[in-house]
């Protein structure tokens, strides 16, 4: 799946990443990088809202994992079952998401769980950047369901 493809469907079944003007930079099998622009997320002080951030780090996660999946053919549903986010310092510009496995090493253990029971799950990491610094960091556990689940 190129980024153009998957941007298109982003906007297309999240609406969110369409009001957020979200753009897809870069997608493979070890990462995604998302990237928004602040204008569309700003808040009172002039930065990006938390919840902005929030979203977009979720959003590079699970549009990882969606990728993936895909890729093995995978019909289901996939699901965030828990997240925690970090704010390390304001986000006042553009600012991206790079969201990676993780623990990669497990990944087919995933899957074979998800082969033999209908249900795994799977921890993402994301870091939001702003000028190739650190402003935040995001885990979260989803959830991946087999359709006949």
Do not use: C
């Not at 977009?56 to 990728?67: D, E």
């Not at 995978?74 to 600012?95: A, C, D, Y």
């Amino acid at each position: 799946m190129t980024p153009n493809e998957l941007q298109h469907y982003l906007y297309e079944e999240i609406p969110l990443s369409r009001a957020m003007a979200v753009r897809v930079l870069s997608v493979d099998p070890t990462g995604v990088v998302l990237e928004a622009p602040l204008e569309p997320n700003i808040n009172q002080h002039h930065s990006v809202f938390g919840g902005s951030a929030s979203a977009l780090a979720m959003l590079a996660s699970w549009t990882l994992l969606y990728a993936r999946l895909r890729a093995d053919e995978f019909l289901g549903n996939l699901l965030i079952q828990r997240n925690s986010m970090e704010f390390e310092r304001p986000i006042v510009g553009r600012f991206t998401a790079h969201a990676a496995l993780e623990q990669p090493q497990r990944w087919q253990h995933f899957i074979g769980t998800l082969q033999r029971r209908g249900k795994a799950r799977v921890a993402v990491g994301a870091l939001l950047q702003q000028q190739g610094g650190i402003a935040a960091r995001f885990s979260g556990e989803f959830v991946a369901l087999n359709a006949h689940s």
